[in-house]
């Protein structure tokens, strides 16, 4: 399991994307490849993945095809944090792990072809003192759903090596990228969701709604027990894919707090 930092940004066709050789000082660009790629997403018939943050994918990248779990992300300002998992296997059977990695959000629903991307990506290295610290993506994307109208946009993305904090740099990349005519959307949208629409966007099955003054105790009762369902949830496959101890220890409190405040509410729940 590793982890994807990046920003994303939209363009217009025409966008000219500026020079970021000497953006921040020392900063240079390596020379610009291009490839091409189709990727084949599933999802559940309510596209249950999607509304919790979720994707599958197979796509032929290079140097080998490869399906990847990309995880619901976390944002720090502009940049989205997300943990993935790949695996290599053909396009004809979804991997068994895969499958177990996002059987939480899925919840019995059966795992389908949604929708075919296919990308034109041009990517330019940015390196300080020869070594690369993020990456920058120029994606031409044209999408469908299975059986719908296609759908093409221009997405920039900045991606982080990793292992590499938000560079001083990142600050001084997006303002150039900006000042070219990018720009972040919001909310900020994954490809899958951008070509599925609205349905891709709806809530999730699980909400956690927030208390006001005028809460009642059915509000209070929902907020608790969501708060614990919902944390369950999104540690279940960081448990399941994952090596680290807090996310086994954070799924252990979401657990511990369900069962008291099942207990705690029990006179007033329906048995």
């Not at 695996?87 to 949604?114: D, H, I, M, S, Y």
């Not at 330019?124 to 469908?144: Q, Y």
């Not at 208390?211 to 540690?235: F, K, N």
Request: glycine share 8%; with cysteine; aromatic share 4%.
């Amino acid at each position: 399991m590793t982890t994807e930092r990046e920003l994303k940004m939209i363009a217009h066709a025409d966008t000219t994307l500026p020079d970021l050789t000497g953006v921040s000082p020392g900063v240079a660009c390596g020379p610009p490849s291009t490839q091409e790629m189709t990727a084949e997403y599933y999802d559940t018939p309510t596209l249950s993945l999607a509304r919790w943050g979720a994707s599958l994918r197979w796509r032929d990248e290079r140097p080998k095809p490869m399906w990847t779990v990309k995880l619901p992300a976390s944002s720090d300002g502009s940049v989205m944090s997300r943990h993935e998992v790949t695996f290599a296997g053909p396009r004809t059977k979804v991997p068994p792990r895969a499958t177990e990695l996002v059987r939480v959000f899925r919840r019995g629903e059966p795992l389908e072809a949604v929708a075919t991307l296919r990308t034109t990506r041009t990517e330019t290295a940015l390196l300080i003192d020869g070594v690369t610290f993020a990456t920058v993506c120029d994606d031409l994307v044209t999408g469908s759903r299975i059986g719908g109208e296609s759908l093409s946009f221009r997405e920039i993305e900045v991606e982080l090596a990793s292992g590499v904090e938000t560079h001083a740099s990142f600050r001084a990349i997006t303002r150039r990228l900006r000042k070219a005519g990018c720009a972040i959307e919001e909310p900020v949208l994954a490809k899958v969701v951008r070509v599925l629409g609205e349905a891709a966007q709806a809530p999730a099955d699980v909400v956690v709604g927030e208390l006001t003054s005028r809460a009642r105790i059915g509000d209070l009762v929902t907020s608790a027990l969501s708060g614990s369902l919902d944390q369950l949830i999104r540690r279940d496959p960081l448990v399941r894919g994952g090596n680290e101890p807090e996310d086994l220890h954070q799924f252990r409190v979401a657990a511990r707090r369900l069962r008291s405040d099942l207990g705690t509410f029990a006179p007033i729940l329906d048995s």
